[in-house]
C-alpha cells in the first residue's frame, strides 16, 4: 500500500497519513496471519506502535481497514474523474474511459488479498457489495451532473448500473487470473461484451 506524499503537506498531516498507511500494511499482514476473526484491534494497535485508544482516531474499525486497503481511493476518484470526462462522446463511453483511468487505484497485490478476505464472512460479503452500490451512486450523480436534461436520468441509471457491472466482472476475472494480465485489458473485455449484447 503506498503512501502518496501531498504538496505543501504539513509535517502533523504527513504523521497522520504515514500512521493511516502503516495501521493497514499492519492490519492486512494480521489478517493474512491469523484471519481476519481472529485477529483484534489490540494486536493491530500494538503491531502499529499505538495504543488502542489511539487506534480510534485513525480507523473506526477492522473494516475500515479492509476498505482502505482495496482501492478505497477509487471510489474517491470516480465522480471528479467522470465529471472531467468530455461531453462529446457516449455517457458509457465516458465511464468506460474513467474507470480505465482509474484502473491503476485498484490494480494493487493487495487488492487480491483484501477481495479474499472480504468473501470469508457475510458480514464483509455485505460490505463489498455496499461499496459497489456506491461506486453506481457516484457514477449516476457525476452523469445527471453531465448531461442534466431530466429525461435521461433513467438512462443514466442504466448505465451507471451496467458499466460497474461491467467492472465487477471484470475484476473478478482478473482476481480469479491472479493478476497475472493488467486489469485494464479484463475492463475492456468486459465493456467489448457489454456493448456486443447491447
Request: aromatic letters at 6%.
Amino acid at each position: 500500500m503506498k503512501s502518496t506524499p501531498v504538496k505543501n503537506e504539513g509535517r502533523r498531516d504527513r504523521k497522520k497519513r504515514e500512521t493511516l498507511r502503516r495501521i493497514a500494511e499492519t492490519g492486512l499482514k494480521l489478517f493474512m496471519e491469523k484471519g481476519y476473526a481472529g485477529t483484534t484491534l489490540e494486536a493491530i494497535a500494538a503491531s502499529s506502535g499505538i495504543a488502542r485508544r489511539t487506534f480510534f482516531y485513525y480507523y473506526k474499525s477492522k473494516d475500515e481497514i479492509l476498505m482502505a486497503t482495496l482501492g478505497g481511493g477509487m471510489v474517491d476518484a470516480l465522480r471528479p474523474a467522470l465529471l472531467e470526462q468530455s461531453k462529446n462522446q457516449a455517457p458509457l463511453d465516458a465511464v468506460r474511459n474513467c474507470l480505465l483511468q482509474l484502473t491503476s487505484l485498484h490494480e494493487t497485490k493487495e487488492s487480491i488479498i483484501v477481495d479474499g478476505l472480504l468473501r470469508s464472512t457475510e458480514a464483509l460479503r455485505s460490505r463489498k457489495q455496499a461499496i459497489f452500490v456506491e461506486m453506481e451512486q457516484s457514477v449516476f450523480d457525476a452523469l445527471c451532473e453531465l448531461w442534466p436534461q431530466a429525461k435521461r436520468r433513467a438512462a443514466h441509471r442504466m448505465v451507471a448500473m451496467v458499466s460497474i457491472g461491467a467492472m465487477r466482472v471484470a475484476m473478478e476475472a482478473w482476481r480469479h487470473d491472479g493478476g497475472k494480465k493488467p486489469l485494464a485489458k479484463y475492463l475492456r473485455e468486459s465493456f467489448a461484451t457489454l456493448e456486443s449484447e447491447i
